[in-house]
């Protein structure tokens, strides 16, 4: 790792033994996991003048550790890499890296994670000084350098993180959200180079951006779709689920966490993107899939009576909502055990699994476990496609052949 600026060393949380390797039941994808950006992310990768200036991480007298960019913090959250701690030590507190599973910030050391859990290929977010879809440099007071740094972390996502292992990372750019026509520009330059999705505010509006209704983002989005780059909305990217009480617990927000990505989905929806832009691919990342068929339900209903009156604007389309839905929209699930039985009203061909490694919400290094207990009864066909297919299809990113797989994990010690 790079230089840190230091002070007196805290004690070492508890990092658990390296778990024993899962059973590859089948090959899985997980398109919804996190990276905790390493010290050294930006060392020689902006401008000369500007490489000062750039995100670094210090540390207080108190032995907290935070990226600082612009005289703002950073704090490295703790429940954002909990992976490889007992339970009792998670919580909200500052973490330093020496207290996260190197697989966090590591690819090496990813990609053996991955290994031990069954998880063939990872699409991972940003955690930190990135936010989910890279707001911070987008906000930055000098647009140059915020830009340049925006820049600096697509070329390090793919060159260091997806570059060593690319048949196991699907690499993931940030988009410029301070100009649209400066980031039409780069998806598609990224796309040329090989990123296959983008990750994106499911709510512009809430970071004071033009709103997915204005028709301001048509441009990027017609970009998207003419480049196969899949917008992948985070749950939480721009905001958390509208809560009507001003001191709830904890628990409440991660209960409610999927909120976020129903409003989403239902604006988008009622945006009109999806039908100006038939084949564009929305991703709903971490968003859950349990409130899909009651939104498919309402939307279509909405339809045929609400919106009917002088007051509404026209539906233009023949597809009912919920078709559309079905068809531009893909929904992620770390443990949906509800939602099986509807999974043909949500689209068994659209509903993908992630793992969410390293955060508290993470099924690692269970996740072969999880999909077994929660999906392991569905036919075989329907089982493959959940687990992998439907993400390889919308990512473009090829699966192995599950034998082979088996052969090279006894190989290497892996579970067979």
Same mark, same amino acid.
């Given at each position: 790792?790079?230089?840190?600026?230091?002070?007196?060393?805290?004690?070492?949380?508890?990092?658990? #033994?390296? #778990? &024993?390797?899962?059973?590859?039941?089948? @090959?899985?994808? /997980?398109?919804?996991?996190?990276?905790?950006?390493?010290?050294?992310?930006?060392?020689?990768?902006?401008?000369?003048?500007?490489?000062?200036?750039?995100?670094?991480?210090? =540390?207080?007298?108190?032995?907290?550790?935070?990226?600082?960019?612009?005289? !703002?913090?950073?704090? !490295? $959250?703790?429940?954002?890499?909990?992976?490889?701690?007992?339970?009792?030590?998670?919580?909200?507190?500052?973490?330093?890296?020496?207290?996260?599973?190197?697989?966090?910030?590591?690819?090496?050391?990813?990609?053996?994670?991955?290994?031990?859990?069954?998880?063939?290929? *990872?699409?991972?977010?940003?955690?930190?000084?990135?936010?989910?879809?890279?707001?911070?440099?987008?906000?930055?007071?000098?647009?140059?350098?915020?830009?340049?740094?925006?820049?600096?972390?697509?070329?390090?996502?793919?060159?260091?993180?997806?570059?060593?292992?690319? &048949?196991?990372?699907?690499?993931?750019?940030?988009?410029?959200?301070?100009?649209?026509?400066?980031?039409? $520009? &780069?998806?598609?330059? !990224?796309?040329?180079?090989?990123?296959?999705?983008?990750?994106? @505010?499911?709510?512009?509006?809430?970071?004071?951006?033009?709103?997915?209704?204005?028709?301001?983002?048509? #441009?990027?989005?017609?970009?998207?779709?003419?480049?196969?780059?899949?917008?992948?909305?985070?749950?939480?990217?721009?905001?958390?689920?509208? +809560?009507?009480?001003?001191?709830?617990?904890?628990?409440?927000? #991660?209960?409610?966490? @999927?909120?976020?990505?129903?409003?989403?989905?239902?604006?988008?929806?009622? /945006?009109?993107?999806?039908?100006?832009?038939?084949?564009?691919?929305?991703?709903? *990342?971490?968003?859950?899939?349990?409130?899909?068929?009651? +939104?498919?339900?309402? %939307?279509?209903?909405?339809? %045929?009576?609400? %919106?009917?009156?002088? =007051?509404?604007?026209?539906?233009? *389309?023949?597809?009912?909502?919920?078709? $559309?839905?079905?068809?531009?929209?893909?929904?992620?699930?770390?443990?949906?055990?509800?939602?099986?039985?509807?999974?043909?009203?949500?689209?068994?061909?659209?509903?993908?699994?992630?793992?969410?490694?390293?955060?508290?919400?993470?099924?690692?290094?269970?996740?072969?476990?999880?999909?077994?207990?929660?999906?392991?009864?569905?036919?075989?066909?329907?089982?493959?496609?959940?687990?992998?297919?439907?993400?390889?299809?919308?990512?473009?990113?090829?699966? @192995?052949?599950?034998?082979?797989?088996?052969?090279?994990?006894?190989?290497?010690?892996?579970?067979?």
């Amino acid at each position: 790792m790079g230089a840190v600026e230091t002070g007196p060393a805290p004690g070492r949380a508890t990092l658990l #033994p390296d #778990p &024993e390797p899962r059973t590859i039941r089948v @090959p899985v994808i /997980s398109v919804d996991d996190h990276l905790i950006e390493p010290p050294d992310l930006f060392e020689g990768r902006l401008p000369a003048s500007l490489q000062d200036a750039a995100p670094r991480v210090v =540390e207080d007298e108190d032995g907290t550790q935070s990226w600082v960019f612009e005289g !703002n913090r950073y704090p !490295n $959250v703790g429940l954002n890499a909990v992976v490889g701690r007992p339970p009792a030590e998670w919580s909200m507190e500052p973490a330093r890296f020496d207290e996260m599973r190197p697989g966090c910030f590591d690819i090496g050391a990813r990609i053996e994670d991955m290994d031990l859990a069954g998880v063939w290929a *990872s699409l991972c977010f940003p955690s930190l000084v990135s936010g989910f879809c890279g707001a911070v440099y987008s906000r930055a007071a000098d647009r140059d350098l915020g830009l340049a740094c925006l820049r600096a972390f697509n070329d390090w996502h793919l060159e260091e993180w997806a570059g060593p292992h690319p &048949e196991r990372i699907i690499p993931l750019q940030l988009p410029w959200l301070a100009d649209v026509e400066v980031a039409t $520009v &780069e998806v598609r330059a !990224n796309a040329a180079r090989g990123f296959k999705a983008v990750s994106f @505010p499911e709510f512009p509006a809430q970071l004071r951006l033009p709103s997915v209704f204005s028709g301001e983002w048509d #441009p990027f989005f017609a970009a998207c779709e003419e480049t196969g780059t899949v917008v992948c909305l985070h749950t939480g990217a721009a905001s958390w689920a509208p +809560l009507p009480s001003p001191d709830p617990p904890f628990e409440l927000l #991660p209960t409610v966490f @999927p909120v976020n990505a129903l409003l989403a989905a239902a604006e988008w929806l009622w /945006s009109g993107v999806p039908l100006r832009f038939p084949a564009l691919a929305v991703a709903m *990342s971490e968003g859950g899939i349990g409130w899909v068929p009651m +939104l498919m339900d309402r %939307a279509d209903y909405v339809l %045929a009576h609400s %919106a009917s009156g002088t =007051e509404s604007h026209a539906w233009p *389309s023949d597809l009912l909502p919920s078709e $559309v839905l079905r068809r531009n929209f893909w929904f992620c699930s770390i443990d949906d055990p509800s939602a099986v039985s509807q999974r043909h009203v949500i689209g068994v061909d659209h509903i993908m699994v992630e793992s969410d490694y390293p955060h508290a919400d993470s099924s690692w290094p269970d996740t072969q476990d999880v999909l077994a207990a929660t999906w392991g009864t569905l036919p075989d066909d329907e089982l493959r496609a959940v687990a992998g297919g439907n993400a390889s299809r919308l990512f473009r990113h090829p699966l @192995p052949a599950l034998d082979d797989w088996r052969r090279a994990g006894a190989m290497s010690g892996l579970a067979p």
